[in-house]
Structure formats: structure tokens, C-alpha cells
């Protein structure tokens, strides 16, 4: 139901701008061939293909967006978004099923690879329990629910009589329930959408900053400051501090005197990309999180357990355009972390690290039509004694924008 009414709104604010627009089609299929020793076979259940279709002008558009996942056709994104002039700046407002991130992620150079393959994480708090804090600059991102959840967001835009752009969002966004209360008698007042907000402001050759608010249930929030300068040439690049709190429904253990504790997780990350010449272009990113976490459903002290986790990812890239058609890549990613359990008196700690490596290339075939190709080597579990592996796979993506 919601995707047909996200649909419908989509095609009503297309039809009610009256106006001629551009179409365009854009497709892209990811494969995958595994090797394994002696053995080499291809990956059919992780292959992906994705389908966009896109109407619009200056003024509004539709976007839909197919995606397969095991072998079935899934509807990923479908928004509309209509800009109205004001008598000073301009309203904006966009409704359905899409990713709401205006950060620069720092992905110039990314093309059609992306996860292992090139700065396979998101922005934010690297949480194994997806906290709200994960990909904190993307106001529609449901880490819950791994995804883009149906969302209606509002941005004003305002640049006259300014040296640059401020831009205001307010919006709501679709969660599984809200509680906003509940009393000692358990009358529950809920309803089915979070909050969202961002302010940003950009000057072309100084600065562009963005703060995001993310409240997708009672007790969770997280907020993102986001800071790109843009006064050195050649470089582009990212700062970014998270921090995402939980005030649990329920104590460590439930006890007569409950103490109810409140969890801050922390990540900063940074992101740059330098064109070192013409050709050349180097990538780095980098995340370091220290996240907390603690056994809510505890029934007492003996019981309950404390996790403190420390993470860092890194990757360093490096394009070289070696003809006009013609790009190789390398990225070498690394995945650290630290996990410290508290439980009962007794502590223990564990030390996971992954390490890929991925050199590729890129083959422009037409104007409008790539090729890539890749080698993925990854090491997993590497200090996780006699749990260590190795393994080797060939990403092959082909992609056509029209």
C-alpha cells in the first residue's frame, strides 16, 4: 500500500507541474564469479541489476527505481520533488522512497564499484548493531531496517543577499512505531513516522557545512556535523563527527531501583581526494567509532553483560586515467576493531580485522555505456586464530546511463 501511494503522490506532483521534461534511463548489472582453489564459479545469488527511470525539469521530477534481489524485482527508490519560487528563496519538497544524503561522501572516483570494492562503509558510527548513529548523514536511512524508508521532506533554500546558499530541511519519515509516551499505566500514544532535520550552508571556494538530525524512535537520536572545505584546488574532502544516543526502555537489569543509563556512540570520520595531476587522483577514508552497548533484557547483575567497541576503517584509492576510454584503480581497505565484554564478573576481549584489495579497470565502451572489471583479494577474521580466510573474487559491472 505505501509503495502505491508513494506512486500516486509521485505521479500527481509530476502531473500538477504541467510542464515539458527530459527522460532518462539509466541501468546497471553487478556479477560476481568466485575462486576457490582449483574452482571458479559464478556468484548467481549476489548478482544485482538495478532500473531508474527518471522525468523532469528545473521545476519537478519522478524518479523509480527497480532492483533485483534473489532473482526477484524489487521496487528500491520512487520519489517526486517540485520546487516553488518564493517572494525570497525557494521551497522544495520531496516525497516517497530515497536516499537523503547531502554530505559529500567523497566518491568521485568510486564509478560503479562500491562496498568491499571502494569505501565499503557509510558515514557515521561503524555499529554491528546498526544504530541509528550508521550513515548519519542520510536523513531517510533506516539502519534498523537497512534501508530507505518512505519519507516526506521539506528544503528551503535561500541565496539572496548571501555570499552563498543556506539550506533548511524539516521532514518525516515512515518507522515501525514511534512511542511517543507511556504512562505508568501503560496508555501508549504512538504513531508511525520519526523526525528528521538539516541545516547547510555552502560558499562556493570556502566552506560547505551541514548538521543532520536523525529521530527515528522515542529513545534514539543522532545528529552528524559535516564539514567540506572548498578553498584549496584539486582537493575534495569530508570531516565528520557523529555522535547517536539510546536511553533504553528498560535498565541494565530490572531491578526495584532502576537505573536507566544512557549510551552515547561516537564516529568521526575523513574523507579526501587530491588530483595529484590530469591523470592521476588519489582517495583516502577513514572512520574511527568507539560504540557501547549493554543487555537491556537483563533480569539481574549476574546477567547482564557491558560490550565497549572500538572500530577503524581505512581505504586508500588511486585512479589513473590511462586513455581517453580507459581507467585503472587500485583500493586497499582495512576493517579493525575491538571488542571489550564485560559479563559477570569475568571480561573478555576479541580482535577482528579484515583487509581487501582491489585493483580494476574501468572501460569506457561508449559514451554512455562502461565496463569494469576487478579483482577482489580479502583476508577475514585475520587474529581470529585458526578462523582466518582467504578468498578471491571477480567483480564484472556493466552500466548504461541514456
Known sequence: ????????????????????????????????????????????????????????????????????????????????????????????????????????DVTTDA??????????????????????????????????????????????????????????????????????????????ASWLSGFVSEVAYRQDGLINVNLAFKNYAKHEASFGLFVSPLMVENLEATLGVTMATDLPSKSRYQTTNANYDRIYDFGIDLRARYQVTDALALTTAHNFTIYDSYDTAATSEATAYDDTFLGMANMIGLSYKMAENLTAKFSLQSHMSQAFEFHAGNTNN?????????????????????????????????????????????????????
Open 1 to 104: 500500500m505505501k509503495k502505491i501511494i508513494g506512486a500516486a503522490l509521485a505521479t500527481s506532483m509530476l502531473a500538477g507541474s504541467a510542464f515539458a521534461a527530459d527522460l532518462s534511463f539509466s541501468y546497471s548489472g553487478n556479477n560476481y564469479f568466485n575462486v576457490s582453489g582449483k574452482n571458479f564459479n559464478y556468484a548467481g545469488a549476489e548478482r544485482t541489476d538495478c532500473f531508474s527511470v527518471s522525468l523532469s525539469n528545473e521545476k519537478a521530477g519522478v524518479v523509480v527505481d527497480f532492483d533485483t534481489s534473489n532473482s526477484s524485482l524489487v521496487q528500491d527508490q520512487y520519489y517526486a520533488w517540485m520546487t516553488f519560487g518564493l517572494p525570497v528563496g525557494s521551497l522544495q519538497l520531496t516525497s516517497g522512497k530515497w536516499s537523503g544524503i547531502y554530505a559529500d
Open 111 to 188: 564509478g560503479d564499484l562500491d562496498g568491499e570494492d571502494w569505501i565499503y562503509w557509510d558515514m557515521g558510527v561503524l555499529d554491528p548493531n546498526s544504530n541509528l548513529g550508521y550513515d548519519s548523514g542520510n536523513l531517510t536511512y533506516d539502519a534498523a531496517k537497512d534501508a530507505n524508508v518512505l519519507s516526506l521532506v521539506a528544503a528551503y533554500t535561500l541565496s539572496d543577499n548571501l555570499p552563498g546558499a543556506l539550506l533548511v530541511k524539516g521532514g518525516i519519515v515512515s518507522v515501525a512505531e514511534y512511542d511517543s509516551w507511556k504512562t505508568e499505566s501503560n496508555h501508549d
Open 350 to 402: 576479541c580482535f577482528v580485522d579484515e583487509l581487501y584489495f582491489t585493483p580494476s579497470l574501468e572501460i569506457a565502451a561508449t559514451e554512455k555505456a562502461t565496463v569494469t572489471v576487478a579483482s577482489r583479494f580479502y583476508w577475514e577474521d585475520v587474529g581470529n586464530e585458526g578462523n582466518e580466510t582467504f578468498n578471491v573474487k571477480i567483480p564484472v559491472i556493466f552500466s548504461y546511463n541514456y
